[in-house]
C-alpha cells in the first residue's frame, strides 16, 4: 500500500470514528434528560464507537462478523449488571426504551464502517426524533380509536402480508385474461388504499370543525363522489348551507385532478409530463372556479364529514376486481372494437371509479404498443374522457340528491373543467 493510500484509509477510519461519537452524542443528549441514569451523553458515544472499532478490527482480521458479536455481549453484560444493580437500590423502571436505543446504537456504530453510512446517520437521526417526540406519539396513539387501528392495521395486512406473497408473472389464459397480473393488480390497489388512508387519517387529526378548505381537500383524497354525495343530502335539510357545499364539492373534485396526476407519475413514469399536462390544465380551470367561491363563501361555518373506514378488505378485494374488469374492457375493446370501444369503457368507468381506469389506462401507456399497450396520446384522451364523465356524474349526483340550489351552485364551477377538457379533446 502507497503512503497516499495509507494515508486516505487512515482518514475514512477517523470520519467513522468520528461520526459514530457525533451520533451517539445525538442519542445520549436526549438519553440525558431521562431519569434512567444507566446511558446518557457520555455511554452513548461510547457504545456507537465501541460497535464501529469492533466492526474495524472484524474487517482486518476477517473474523466474518465474530468480533462484532463479542462487542454486542459485551454491552448486553453492561445491561445486565446496571439493571442488577439498581435492583439493589430498590423497585426501579429498567428502561427497555434505553436499552433497545443502546443496541440499537451499537449497530449503528459496526454499520458505518460495513455499510452506507448514509443509512447509520438515517437511522440514528431517526432514533433520536423518535426519542424526543414521546409525549406526541403518546398523544397519536390516544386520538386514534379501535376503528383508525384497525384501518391501519388492515393497510399493514394489504401491503405487508399480501402484496409480498403474490406472484409477479402473467398466466397463458384465454385473451383478455392473459393481461392479468397478480402482483400489478394488487400494487395498485396498495396505492390507492395508502391515498384513501393518508386522507383518512388527517380527517381524524385535524377533527370535524376544520372548516370548508380542509372538508374539500380531504374529502378529494378519500372520495370525491362520497363527499359530493353527503354534503348534497346535508342540503336537503338546510338549504341555506347548498354555497358551502358547493364549495366543498368543487374542492374535492379538484383534490380528484391532483389525485389523477399522482397515479399517473407512479403508474406511468416513462411518460408522466405528457400523461399529467392535459389534467392539470383541468385542474388549473377548476382552482379559478374553487378561488371565486371561496371569497363569496368562505365565513360561513362548516364541519366536516364522518367518513368511513377507507381500508376495509372487501373494498380492497372489490377494487382489485374493478381494476382488473378495466384492464380486460381495454383490451377487448382495442382488439374488437377500436378507438370508439376504448373510450366507451373510459366514459362507463369514470363514472363509477375513477382509480380504476386511470391505473389501468396508465398500465397501458407504460408498456408501449409494442408490448400491447396503447400510445400516450391515446391515454391521456381516455384519462379526460373518464374525468369527465366523473365531473359530469358528480353534478348529476348533486342534482339529484341534493337541494335544487346545490345544483345552480355547482353549473358553472363544474362545467368549467369539462369544458376545458372538451377543448383540449378537441384542439389535441
Known amino acids: ?77 453492561l445491561v445486565v449488571v446496571a439493571n442488577l444493580y439498581r435492583l439493589r437500590r430498590g423497585p426501579a423502571d429498567f428502561g427497555s426504551t434505553t436499552v433497545a436505543a443502546l443496541l440499537l446504537m451499537y449497530f449503528v456504530g459496526a454499520f458505518l464502517v460495513v455499510g452506507e453510512q448514509l443509512v447509520a446517520v438515517s437511522v440514528a437521526t431517526g432514533l433520536a426524533v423518535l426519542l424526543q417526540f414521546k409525549p406526541e406519539l403518546q398523544g397519536l396513539s390516544a386520538r386514534l380509536g379501535e376503528r383508525d387501528l384497525r384501518a391501519v392495521m388492515t393497510f399493514a395486512l394489504i401491503s405487508g402480508v399480501i402484496l409480498p406473497v403474490l406472484p409477479n408473472r402473467t398466466y397463458d389464459l384465454v385473451p383478455p385474461l392473459n393481461l392479468l397480473n397478480p402482483l400489478e393488480i394488487w400494487l395498485m390497489v396498495v396505492l390507492i388504499v395508502g391515498i384513501s388512508l393518508g386522507g383518512y387519517l388527517s380527517y381524524k387529526f385535524f377533527g370535524r370543525g376544520a372548516g370548508i378548505l380542509l372538508g374539500g381537500v380531504l374529502g378529494g383524497a378519500i372520495s370525491s363522489t362520497a363527499t359530493t354525495l353527503g354534503y348534497a343530502r ?123 381506469i386511470v391505473l389501468s389506462t396508465a398500465h397501458l401507456v407504460q408498456l408501449g404498443r409494442e408490448s400491447g399497450g396503447i400510445a400516450p396520446d391515446t391515454g391521456w384522451r381516455l384519462v379526460i374522457v373518464a374525468a369527465l364523465a366523473n365531473t359530469v356524474g358528480k353534478w348529476s349526483l348533486a342534482a339529484l340528491l341534493g337541494h335544487r340550489r346545490l345544483r345552480l351552485w355547482l353549473a358553472i364551477p363544474l362545467a368549467l373543467p369539462v369544458l376545458t377538457g372538451a377543448l383540449l379533446l378537441w384542439l389535441m
Not at 455511554?43 to 462484532?68: C, E, K, N, Y
Open 1 to 77: 500500500m502507497t503512503a497516499t493510500a495509507a494515508l486516505q484509509s487512515t482518514a475514512e477510519l477517523f470520519q467513522q470514528l468520528g461520526t459514530s461519537v457525533l451520533l451517539g452524542m445525538l442519542v445520549g443528549l436526549q438519553r440525558e434528560r431521562t431519569d434512567w441514569s444507566i446511558a446518557g451523553l457520555r455511554t452513548f458515544p461510547l457504545v456507537t464507537v465501541l460497535g464501529a472499532l469492533a466492526a474495524m478490527v472484524d474487517q482486518s482480521r476477517d473474523a466474518h462478523g465474530w468480533l462484532i458479536a463479542a462487542g454486542l455481549l459485551g454491552v448486553l453484560v
Open 234 to 356: 346535508r342540503t336537503r335539510l338546510d338549504a341555506e348551507a347548498a354555497p358551502v357545499a358547493a364549495l366543498v364539492v368543487v374542492i374535492a373534485s379538484n383534490v380528484m385532478f391532483v389525485r389523477v396526476m399522482l397515479e399517473l407519475v407512479v403508474v406511468a413514469r416513462d411518460h408522466a409530463v405528457r400523461m399529467v399536462l392535459p389534467v392539470a390544465a383541468l385542474f388549473a380551470s377548476g382552482m379559478l372556479t374553487s378561488v371565486v367561491l371561496w371569497f363569496i363563501v368562505r365565513r360561513q361555518p362548516a364541519d366536516l364529514l364522518e367518513h368511513r373506514n377507507p381500508t376495509e378488505l372487501r373494498s380492497a378485494l372489490l377494487f382489485a376486481l374493478l381494476y382488473a374488469g378495466v384492464v380486460m374492457g381495454l383490451d377487448v375493446a382495442k382488439r374488437h372494437l377500436g378507438g370508439t370501444g376504448l373510450y366507451g369503457v373510459a366514459l362507463v368507468s369514470g363514472i363509477t371509479d375513477m382509480d380504476a
